[in-house]
């Protein structure tokens, strides 16, 4: 079975661009959730996603947006890019939304912002 | 807002020795994760844990919840170089100003075994 995959590996922007990251996550895992790693420290939460809907948001600024489609796939985006924005962002599945579910997280997209 | 703190911050010791990674917070959790990550890789759930006291073995690890469920630890016993690694902690708790879920990491253990 396919795992998290998350498109693409790698991408270049400069400051004030705007960029959507894209997740798959596992058949039959209905929660998405997204986060953001500066290199060097743990993963920041910024969104959770249940059946389309947001179920929980982190400390981050209305530049940060996402969605959830009908397959359960998931966007994150992000617009009017700071070089703070460089990282690693993680999405993870998992098949339902409760605390305490394992997640399973993809590779990730490594974002530079230049 | 809800901090992990996590410690220590690096760890570097030799093949065989033993090590504790300790996670706490002023927040009560409700439920509480470990995790390994390799470079390039996402995080790598290791051990879910609950209930206040509870304790958890996976082999060599073994993990403990605190009484008031703000505080985690992970002793690994014996340690390899396959062990090698970044740990991360991750707490779950409701906001109970958003009515949402939301989940905090702390900022990781980057361990190394030397063989």
């Known amino acids: 079975d396919a795992g998290v995959t998350q498109s693409p590996t790698h991408l270049i922007k400069t400051r004030g661009q705007q960029v959507t990251l894209r997740c798959s996550p596992i058949?039959?895992?209905?929660?998405v959730s997204w986060y953001q790693q500066v290199l060097g420290q743990g993963p920041q939460f910024i969104f959770q996603?249940?059946?389309?809907?947001?179920?929980g948001r982190g400390n981050f600024p209305d530049r940060f947006s996402a969605r959830q489609f009908p397959n359960y796939s998931s966007e994150l985006n992000v617009n009017a890019l700071l070089l703070g924005d460089s990282a690693l962002y993680l999405c993870?599945?998992?098949?339902?939304?409760?605390?305490?579910?394992?997640?399973?997280f993809g590779s990730g997209t490594q974002l530079s912002v230049l | 807002t809800q901090l992990l703190e996590q410690s220590p911050q690096f760890l570097s010791i030799q093949e065989g020795e033993n090590l504790t990674v300790y996670c706490n917070s002023s927040s009560v959790f409700s439920s509480l994760q470990w995790y390994r990550q390799e470079p390039g890789e996402g995080p790598v759930l290791l051990v879910t844990v609950v209930t206040g006291g509870e304790v958890k073995k996976l082999k060599r690890l073994t993990f403990q919840f605190g009484d008031a469920r703000k505080d985690s630890s992970l002793h690994i016993t014996a340690a390899q170089p396959g062990d090698t690694g970044l740990y991360l902690c991750l707490g779950a708790f409701r906001d109970l100003l958003q009515g949402a879920q939301k989940l905090v990491f702390g900022q990781g253990t980057r361990l190394t075994i030397n063989p």
């Open positions: 993870a599945s998992s098949y339902r939304r409760a605390t305490n579910e394992k997640l399973f």
């Open positions: 996603y249940y059946e389309k809907e947001e179920r």
């Open positions: 058949s039959g895992h209905k929660s």
